[in-house]
């Protein structure tokens, strides 16, 4: 099923809920992307994640929803979204793995993460990851 109008605009209420939450331009970068992995792909699993890997390009999902990356850096933020034939690469769930240190530290404090200030980077990203789900499961269930 189509994810925009004829106008080029999403259909919200045929977005996952984590986008439904987000900005306009995250929720557009979705459904575009989807509409036309469908046309290479068809429906399912593999244009859902083409998708998800067009808008980790541009976005990080913070806790329930998507946010721009920081100083409108673009690029993969994992190995999922890097693309490329195999597609069961390790994906972060939406976490910017490439981000700097720092940068994972706000989030981690946004997300109000306890000990993220002796934690390394990698533990930074997982902890985000899990904090990320629980808010999404958490806003799913209101």
């Known amino acids: 099923m189509p994810k925009t109008k004829k106008d080029g605009k999403a259909k919200k209420e045929e977005l996952p809920s984590t986008i439904q939450r987000s900005d306009k331009k995250a929720q557009r970068t979705y459904a575009k992307a989807h509409d036309s992995a ?4 068809g429906e399912g699993r593999r244009a859902h994640q083409t998708a998800y890997s067009a808008l980790k390009h541009t976005h990080e999902k913070v806790g329930d929803h998507w946010e721009p990356k ?3 850096k673009k690029g993969p933020s ?3 979204a890097e693309g490329g034939r195999g597609t069961n690469k390790e994906t972060k769930g939406g976490v ?3 981000a700097t240190k720092d940068h994972l530290k706000k989030l981690a404090k946004k997300l109000d993460i306890s000990g993220r200030s002796k934690m390394k980077k990698k533990e930074l ?3 985000i990851q899990k904090a ?3 808010k999404t499961a958490a806003a799913r269930k209101k």
């Open 78 to 80: 994992d190995e999922q």
């Open 38 to 41: 469908v046309e290479s792909y």
């Open 96 to 98: 910017d793995a490439n």
């Open 132 to 134: 990320n789900g629980k």
């Open 125 to 127: 990203v997982d902890a």
């Open 70 to 72: 920081e100083g409108g």
